[in-house]
Antibody
Framework: EVQLVESGGGLVQPGGSLRLSCAAS????????MYWVRQAPGKGLEWVSY????????YYADSVKGRFTISRDNAKNSLYLQMNSLRAEDTAVYFC??????????????????WGQGTTLTVSS | DIQMTQSPSSLSASVGDSVTISCRAS??????LNWYRQKPGKAPQLLIY???RLQSGVPSRFSGSGSGTDFTLTISSLQPDDFATYYC??????????FGQGTRLEIK
């Protein structure tokens, strides 16, 4: 079964740091693009970050650029999001999501076809 | 950045009805448009990609159309599972990737 499981969420004070993890199983992780998407309480979806299958192409939303770092360990089938200088507005459920395989003709559509259940980050003093 | 505007923001319908949700891009995005359904408390689910292609395993009552700036998601014969929030997502000239604000579909 294809599965993504996030972990690492919690309560952090403003200015603090946290690292989220996403464990992948049931597919060849190293072949797939990956994303982080977040959803603030009662709000819509916001794309946070993207990494290509090999990690050579990485993008960030302007709202997190310079504070968040996406990375992946293909040997461990894991995706990470290092979050620094956290703000109250970063409070959200964070989802990891699978994109297209590197060989897919649809890889430029940046679709997200498998999602984890999400992990909750609360930034508050 | 490309802005995505969905309409309506919410709508009510009954089981068995057919509904259409619209998504408008602030500039031409060709077919770079995906649709998702999110049930309360759950992760989103990909329904349609590349404007009109049905994701594997998604029921055929879901269909997508449009190109350029105007897109629609049509759900025919609504089922209880379909009462959820729907999002469009553009990926033209990425980054950034942007989502519409969502359309909440409620039971009448």
């Amino acid at each position: 079964e294809v599965q993504l499981v996030e972990s690492g969420g919690g309560l952090v004070q403003p200015g603090g740091s946290l690292r989220l993890s996403c464990a992948a199983s049931g597919f060849t992780f190293s072949n797939y693009e990956m994303y982080w998407v977040r959803q603030a309480p009662g709000k819509g979806l916001e794309w946070v970050s993207y990494t290509s299958s090999g990690g050579s192409s990485i993008y960030y939303a302007d709202s997190v650029k310079g504070r968040f770092t996406i990375s992946r360990d293909n040997a461990k089938n894991s995706l990470y999001l290092q979050m620094n200088s956290l703000r109250a507005e970063d409070t959200a459920v964070y989802f990891c999501a699978r994109g297209s395989s590197s060989s897919s003709i649809f890889r430029y559509y940046y679709l997200m076809d498998v999602w984890g259940q999400g992990t909750t980050l609360t930034v508050s003093s | 950045d490309i802005q995505m505007t969905q309409s309506p923001s919410s709508l009510s319908a009954s089981v068995g009805d057919s509904v259409t949700i619209s998504c408008r891009a602030s500039q031409d995005i060709s077919y770079y448009l995906n649709w998702y359904r999110q049930k309360p408390g759950k992760a989103p689910q990909l329904l349609i990609y590349a404007g009109s292609r049905l994701q594997s395993g998604v029921p055929s009552r879901f269909s997508g159309s449009g190109s350029g700036t105007d897109f629609t998601l049509t759900i025919s014969s609504l089922q209880p599972d379909d009462f959820a929030t729907y999002y469009c997502q553009q990926s033209y000239n990425t980054p950034p990737i942007t989502f519409g604000q969502g359309t909440r579909l409620e039971i009448k």
